[in-house]
């Protein structure tokens, strides 16, 4: 078989990739090793934040995405969750208070939707929060999706534009005529296609690398704790202060102090915590997330992972320390050193869109960008801190990756 387009990967990028491509009248072929949404997509709290995200490429992407969201509820023939209640950072002492008075007022400058509010607000925002919390930046700018039912909502899009979505399909290389991309080997057999488009989040850079194409994706383990459903209570997605240190947005301002938002068990245990909160439609509770960064991709919990996140948790929202834990799970967060994702035609006829570190709010608007590509238009968005050929560390070192 041949098809114009080939997508390896059924995350939010490859699903939005075929559904934006086969609407443009494309034939479409989607392969996913294992099943749609098993990697990132599958597994992260669903956080679509705006709140932090660095000016310029990413700030425009994650707008663009988070504005894309009630367009695809009304054109995707079945439905998905997207709850738009906003967003915001806690904070605890008046060490913390003062950098986000000024983070506040870089991102108001950066044009972001911002204001800071007090510990009373937060509490009436997120009631099972601690007693003594100080107040908060709130953005209503930010919002939440079930990523999953994102992920299936799109490739029921793609099929019913006659995109060929196929799970269980292993890709094992990328096929080439000289130097042009023609298609793939599959443990099913060879596939043709015109193009290629490689959506393999943090499993790309091993398939890439075995055709001379180096793009070093990293995968950063974050694992969750899901509380069994329980009332609506918690609208807004929600970090703690501990999360701040992971932007370099906080980490530039000139009263950034990172004794203030480092806890002593993080350096004990050898984990930082990405604190954070999200209650998702059916009353389901999410909390996390401890990051690490495995050797290679692991996305098994740890009985050390969860144990730091539950003392972490049960410290700062006391009011769940009763609620009744339904399951854990970790997933692998691609990312680049840069925090921005790879996108670009890397050899003729083969393209990447891979390193999304913030995939729920850029992944859907990169499918309509590649779509846009494919057929010869002008991007609707500069994707020149994108390159595939810009210089990049490697991700292979062990330490934090800043976003």
């Not at 044009?111 to 929060?129: C, K, T, Y």
Request: with cysteine; aromatic share 8%.
């Amino acid at each position: 078989m041949s098809c114009d387009l080939l997508v390896v990967g059924g995350g939010i990028v490859g699903t939005s990739v075929a559904y934006f491509a086969a609407r443009e009248g494309l034939s479409v072929t989607l392969l996913e090793k294992r099943e749609l949404a098993f990697g990132a997509s599958g597994r992260n709290p669903g956080f679509v934040w705006l709140h932090c995200r660095n000016p310029g490429f990413a700030l425009e992407i994650s707008r663009a995405g988070r504005a894309l969201y009630p367009q695809l509820l009304e054109d995707l023939p079945e439905p998905f969750e997207f709850r738009a209640e906003g967003g915001m950072i806690y904070f605890t002492t008046p060490e913390q208070g003062a950098v986000f008075e000024e983070f506040v007022a870089a991102r108001r400058a950066d044009g972001v939707e911002m204001e800071l509010i007090d510990g009373a607000a937060v509490r009436a925002l997120a009631p099972p929060i601690r007693p003594d919390v100080l107040g908060a930046s709130f953005s209503p700018e930010d919002a939440q999706i079930n990523t999953p039912t994102v992920v299936r909502a799109l490739g029921i899009g793609a099929r019913a534009e006659g995109a060929d979505i196929r799970e269980g399909v292993e890709v094992t290389a990328l096929r080439f005529d000289g130097d042009r991309v023609v298609g793939v080997a599959t443990d099913h057999g060879d596939v043709d296609a015109d193009r290629v488009v490689v959506c393999a989040g943090a499993w790309s850079s091993a398939l890439l690398a075995d055709c001379g194409v180096e793009i070093p994706v990293g995968a950063e383990r974050l694992q969750v704790i899901a509380l069994e459903p329980q009332p609506l209570q918690i609208g807004p997605v929600v970090y703690g202060a501990l999360a701040a240190k992971q932007y370099t947005l906080f980490r530039h301002l000139p009263s950034w102090d990172p004794a203030a938002f480092t806890r002593e068990y993080e350096s004990e245990e050898g984990f930082e915590m990405l604190q954070l909160v999200a209650q998702r439609a059916n009353g389901e509770i999410l909390l996390g997330c401890p990051m690490d960064y495995p050797p290679s991709i692991d996305m098994r919990p740890t009985l050390h992972g969860i144990g730091v996140a539950i003392q972490s948790m049960v410290e700062d929202f006391p009011g769940l320390r009763d609620a009744a834990v339904s399951r854990v799970w970790a997933g692998a967060l691609p990312y680049t050193t840069d925090m921005a994702p790879v996108i670009d035609e890397v050899r003729p006829g083969l393209l990447v869109a891979a390193g999304h570190v913030f995939g729920n709010a850029a992944g859907p608007m990169t499918g309509k960008i590649i779509a846009q590509m494919i057929q010869g238009r002008e991007p609707e968005i500069d994707l020149s801190e994108c390159r595939h050929d810009r210089v990049l560390q490697r991700t292979d070192t062990g330490l934090p990756a800043r976003w």
